[in-house]
């Protein structure tokens, strides 16, 4: 039994054996494969043939044991799939992708193939298209060479916030390697302005990723007086006596020789007359980006590299801008304070202002004079020192008369001085107001760059302004056309409501406003409110309306019923207006279209056509009401189209609703154009304002 057992042991030990020689000869095999295949490589990367290079250096580098052989083909394997613009294989080993570079030995190599991994998922295209099948992948899609029933079938894909997160892992890791190579090396120069840059692109990712992927609040974002920097100071206006005429003040002089105003941006365009909630990113990587720009300044500063540190100087400005100005609204209410004198100068990591300062004084010369000078100018502007902006954009245009910035710094001037003036009506209309006799009625008044504001309300003669003009048909309601009629200056009467206030000279740059300036609408008719200021003068229609104006459509007539307010009918009132109808028609057109979509070889071939197109096509109407105050016109015939969906029609007038209840009309049917020819054209119908008949659909007393 002993001798079996002596036997069997034997055997095992030569099977063992020869296993082991076995693997010995497949490794030997296996790493002669390998080096077969960075052979190969090395020969296909020096003939730029970067797709083979990258398929063997990819082999190499998964079998070659430790040593220069791997580095280079792990390095030379990343280089040759971004330059390849492998995406589907990047995205394969992104997982891995930490693993696959930590096999490079040398520390120094390892820190650039970090960084070059990094920057390729923050730079890359990051949308690429997936085909029917779910699987197909492509970056470069050319829709026109498909049929169009198989564009719908590929859908597109985003991988920016994955990319970016593994930009910033990434650029972590070379960020650290880089650091203990400095440890291990210190004053390698070369390694110090490399880790320098590393640091700089990792804070950038810092950024990104913090507002792409971090918590969000709903803050408030506004500039603008509310922070104790000046606007609307509560002055007491005294208001006159209802239907008193008050001595106009003079106005302030008009440009001379009919200058022209600089193109004001709205107010809605502006910085500082921004208001609302919006979702504000938190930014908890901003004390780490401020811990690593600090420390890279000190590094510049071992290297005495002036360029270097006003480079840093530079990014860290404008890293707080970014981080700051445009998207943290607290931090913006603490900076836009300055002018409390209980409160400190606001900590240099979160304030652009002495950064930017800083790069001035310490390194004038630079290539960034121009920009930090005009950047300086433009936080002023954007935190309402427009003292402050005004003087930093005119030492820009001494020091630097040929910057590029001029030209937006002359702008930004421009709105800053701007004079602006515009009112809003109770009534919720933004360019008229209609109200009945003795219905409240007030303006709210926003007004900068002027001295004063008056208000005032002059009468109207609307039916001697139509009577005048020989073809009113283009007039719909428009306060801009009626003003190009002959005789409209004529028409308007002396005012008959007044009110002024004045500007606070210490914040004319500020809007300022009043709200719930009263309108006394007590006599019916037309009037014109006018808003004034300087050179700039703002009108709009406000009509006093003692009527109503219902509508009912009958099988082949249609019906209205013109009243006054308390029921009674209006005799021998002059309507005009007019039926819209919407054709859809088909236009044939020519096309030149490939003969094969798949093969542009082949040539070109035309071919028809259709397109639909809509068309309006307007029919008037004209008459007067009877002595029951019923007016009644034909319907236009029906017509037909070659496609498309039927014509529609629409009656449109330019009277009004019933005064007192305007929630009772019926809104106009889809397709009625927003404004109506041809307004009433007696003085008791220039209901002007309203720009379309609204009324019901039948009139009091009819079935």
Same mark, same amino acid.
């Given at each position: 039994?002993?001798?079996?057992?002596?036997?069997?042991?034997?055997?095992?030990?030569?099977?063992?054996?020869?296993?082991?020689?076995?693997?010995?000869?497949?490794?030997?095999?296996?790493?002669?494969?390998?080096?077969?295949?960075?052979?190969?490589?090395?020969?296909?990367?020096?003939?730029?043939?970067?797709?083979?290079?990258?398929?063997?250096?990819?082999?190499?580098?998964?079998?070659?044991?430790?040593?220069?052989?791997?580095?280079?083909?792990?390095?030379?394997?990343?280089?040759?799939?971004?330059?390849?613009?492998?995406?589907?294989?990047?995205?394969?080993?992104?997982?891995?992708?930490?693993?696959?570079?930590?096999?490079?030995?040398?520390? %120094?190599?390892? #820190?650039?193939?970090?960084?070059?991994?990094?920057?390729?998922?923050?730079?890359?295209?990051?949308?690429?298209?997936?085909?029917?099948?779910?699987?197909?992948?492509?970056?470069?899609?050319?829709?026109?060479?498909?049929?169009?029933?198989?564009?719908?079938?590929?859908?597109?894909?985003?991988?920016?916030?994955?990319?970016?997160?593994?930009?910033?892992?990434?650029?972590?890791?070379?960020?650290?390697?880089?650091?203990?190579?400095?440890?291990?090396?210190?004053?390698?120069?070369?390694?110090? $302005?490399?880790?320098?840059?590393?640091?700089?692109?990792?804070?950038?990712?810092?950024?990104?990723?913090?507002?792409?992927?971090?918590?969000? #609040?709903?803050?408030?974002?506004?500039?603008?007086?509310?922070?104790?920097?000046?606007?609307?100071?509560?002055?007491?206006?005294?208001?006159?006596?209802?239907?008193?005429?008050?001595?106009?003040?003079?106005?302030?002089?008009?440009?001379?020789?009919?200058? #022209?105003?600089?193109?004001?941006?709205?107010?809605?365009?502006?910085?500082?007359?921004?208001?609302?909630?919006?979702?504000?990113?938190?930014?908890?990587?901003?004390?780490?980006?401020?811990?690593?720009?600090?420390?890279?300044?000190?590094?510049?500063?071992?290297?005495?590299?002036?360029?270097?540190?006003?480079?840093?100087?530079?990014?860290?400005?404008?890293?707080?801008?970014?981080?700051?100005?445009?998207?943290?609204? #607290?931090?913006?209410?603490?900076?836009? %304070?300055?002018?409390?004198?209980? =409160?400190?100068?606001?900590?240099?990591?979160?304030?652009?202002?002495?950064?930017?300062?800083?790069?001035?004084?310490?390194?004038?010369?630079?290539?960034?004079?121009?920009?930090?000078?005009?950047?300086?100018?433009?936080?002023?502007?954007?935190?309402?020192?427009?003292?402050?902006?005004?003087?930093?954009?005119?030492?820009?245009?001494?020091?630097?008369? =040929?910057?590029?910035?001029?030209?937006?710094?002359?702008?930004?001037?421009?709105?800053?001085?701007?004079?602006?003036?515009?009112?809003?009506?109770?009534?919720?209309?933004? $360019?008229?107001?209609?109200?009945?006799?003795?219905?409240?009625?007030?303006?709210?008044?926003?007004?900068?760059?002027?001295?004063?504001?008056?208000?005032?309300?002059?009468?109207?003669?609307?039916?001697?302004?139509?009577?005048?003009?020989?073809n009113a048909d283009h007039v719909y309601a428009d306060l801009a056309e009626l003003q190009k009629l002959p005789g409209f200056e004529q028409a308007l009467g002396l005012s008959v409501m007044d009110q002024s206030f004045k500007l606070d000279p210490d914040s004319r740059h500020f809007y300022h406003w009043r709200d719930g300036l009263p309108l006394y609408t007590s006599t019916p008719g037309v009037f014109l409110l006018e808003v004034s200021g300087g050179p700039v003068l703002e009108r709009k229609l406000v009509q006093v309306a003692d009527l109503a104006v219902q509508r009912?459509?009958?099988?082949?007539?249609?019906?209205?019923?013109?009243?006054?307010? %308390?029921?009674?009918?209006?005799?021998?009132?002059?309507?005009?207006?007019?039926?819209?109808?919407?054709?859809?028609?088909?236009?044939?057109?020519?096309?030149?279209?490939?003969?094969?979509?798949?093969?542009?070889?082949?040539?070109?071939?035309?071919?028809?056509?259709?397109?639909?197109?809509?068309?309006?096509?307007?029919?008037?109407?004209?008459?007067?009401? %009877?002595?029951?105050?019923?007016?009644?016109?034909?319907?236009?015939?029906?017509?037909?189209?070659?496609?498309?969906?039927?014509?529609?029609?629409?009656?449109?007038?330019?009277?009004?609703?019933?005064?007192?209840?305007?929630?009772?009309?019926?809104?106009?049917?889809?397709?009625?154009?927003?404004?109506?020819?041809?307004?009433?054209?007696?003085?008791?119908?220039?209901?002007?304002?309203?720009?379309?008949?609204?009324?019901?659909?039948?009139?009091?007393?009819?079935?």
């Amino acid at each position: 039994m002993q001798r079996t057992f002596l036997t069997v042991a034997v055997l095992v030990s030569l099977a063992a054996i020869s296993i082991a020689i076995s693997h010995s000869f497949q490794a030997q095999d296996r790493l002669k494969e390998a080096q077969a295949a960075l052979a190969r490589a090395d020969a296909a990367f020096e003939a730029r043939r970067i797709a083979d290079a990258a398929n063997d250096y990819l082999k190499a580098a998964g079998t070659l044991p430790e040593g220069s052989d791997r580095d280079r083909a792990v390095t030379r394997a990343l280089v040759c799939l971004a330059e390849a613009g492998r995406h589907e294989q990047w995205d394969g080993m992104s997982a891995g992708i930490t693993g696959f570079i930590q096999r490079i030995s040398e520390l %120094d190599k390892r #820190v650039d193939a970090f960084r070059m991994a990094g920057l390729y998922f923050a730079s890359r295209d990051h949308d690429y298209h997936v085909g029917p099948d779910g699987k197909t992948r492509d970056y470069v899609l050319r829709p026109e060479l498909m049929k169009k029933d198989e564009v719908w079938r590929w859908r597109e894909v985003s991988t920016l916030s994955r990319d970016l997160l593994l930009a910033r892992g990434l650029l972590y890791e070379a960020h650290e390697a880089s650091r203990t190579l400095l440890e291990l090396q210190p004053g390698a120069k070369p390694q110090l $302005e490399r880790h320098v840059a590393i640091t700089l692109e990792y804070c950038d990712l810092l950024e990104v990723n913090d507002r792409m992927q971090g918590r969000t #609040v709903n803050a408030m974002h506004f500039f603008g007086s509310d922070y104790g920097v000046g606007g609307y100071r509560n002055v007491e206006v005294e208001y006159p006596q209802p239907e008193e005429v008050v001595e106009e003040e003079p106005e302030d002089p008009q440009p001379a020789g009919g200058a #022209v105003l600089p193109t004001a941006a709205q107010p809605e365009q502006e910085p500082f007359t921004r208001r609302g909630y919006y979702l504000q990113p938190e930014y908890p990587s901003l004390p780490t980006i401020n811990a690593l720009i600090e420390t890279a300044g000190r590094r510049a500063e071992d290297l005495k590299d002036k360029a270097l540190q006003a480079a840093i100087l530079y990014r860290r400005a404008v890293l707080m801008m970014n981080v700051g100005l445009y998207g943290n609204a #607290v931090l913006n209410a603490r900076l836009t %304070d300055w002018r409390n004198p209980a =409160k400190a100068e606001p900590d240099i990591t979160r304030d652009p202002r002495p950064l930017l300062r800083k790069l001035l004084q310490d390194h004038k010369g630079s290539i960034w004079d121009d920009e930090a000078r005009f950047l300086l100018g433009y936080i002023g502007y954007y935190l309402n020192d427009f003292d402050a902006a005004r003087s930093e954009f005119e030492q820009l245009e001494k020091d630097h008369p =040929k910057s590029r910035y001029i030209g937006e710094a002359r702008r930004l001037v421009q709105v800053i001085e701007f004079p602006q003036l515009f009112t809003s009506f109770s009534t919720g209309g933004a $360019e008229n107001a209609l109200v009945a006799p003795g219905q409240p009625l007030s303006i709210s008044v926003y007004a900068r760059n002027v001295d004063s504001v008056r208000v005032s309300l002059r009468p109207l003669d609307l039916g001697r302004v139509l009577a005048e003009a020989g073809n009113a048909d283009h007039v719909y309601a428009d306060l801009a056309e009626l003003q190009k009629l002959p005789g409209f200056e004529q028409a308007l009467g002396l005012s008959v409501m007044d009110q002024s206030f004045k500007l606070d000279p210490d914040s004319r740059h500020f809007y300022h406003w009043r709200d719930g300036l009263p309108l006394y609408t007590s006599t019916p008719g037309v009037f014109l409110l006018e808003v004034s200021g300087g050179p700039v003068l703002e009108r709009k229609l406000v009509q006093v309306a003692d009527l109503a104006v219902q509508r009912r459509r009958l099988a082949e007539t249609e019906q209205f019923w013109v009243t006054t307010r %308390d029921g009674r009918p209006l005799a021998d009132a002059i309507i005009r207006g007019g039926y819209h109808e919407n054709l859809f028609v088909s236009v044939p057109y020519r096309e030149t279209v490939p003969v094969d979509e798949r093969d542009l070889t082949k040539g070109t071939q035309q071919v028809t056509r259709f397109r639909e197109e809509r068309q309006l096509v307007q029919q008037d109407v004209k008459g007067a009401t %009877d002595a029951s105050g019923l007016f009644e016109t034909a319907l236009p015939p029906t017509r037909s189209t070659t496609s498309g969906p039927p014509w529609t029609s629409e009656a449109c007038c330019t009277w009004s609703t019933t005064p007192m209840s305007p929630s009772a009309s019926r809104p106009p049917r889809p397709g009625c154009p927003s404004r109506c020819p041809s307004p009433c054209a007696t003085c008791a119908l220039s209901c002007t304002a309203t720009g379309r008949c609204t009324v019901p659909a039948t009139r009091p007393g009819c079935a």
